[in-house]
């Protein structure tokens, strides 16, 4: 059970990569409007996060979003593999 809950979060993780690196584009604009209007998982993380008003926080809540998910994603595969370790054992 622990393997396959370690494999969704892995799964989600990969899903929410892509989302996140093509945010960079709407740094281009950086408009609140449009952040919220394209994605609202991204309005969402920079609303939680450092605001989705200008460049600059827009780009900060961006590159955090992608560091956790890295870490979330590392976090489960370290776990999971743990687990199937100890399985085989």
Known sequence: VTVGLCI???????????V???AVFNL?????HEVER???FLYF???WTFGCSGRLPLAR???LGLMLAALVQGLARVLGDG????MRE
């Open 20 to 22: 996140l690196t093509g």
């Open 28 to 32: 281009v604009n950086g408009d609140q």
């Open 45 to 47: 993380l920079c609303s």
């Open 61 to 63: 809540s961006v590159i």
């Open 83 to 86: 687990i199937k370790k100890a």
């Open 8 to 18: 969704v979060v892995r799964s989600a993780c990969d899903a929410w990569q892509p």
């Open 38 to 40: 394209e994605s609202h």
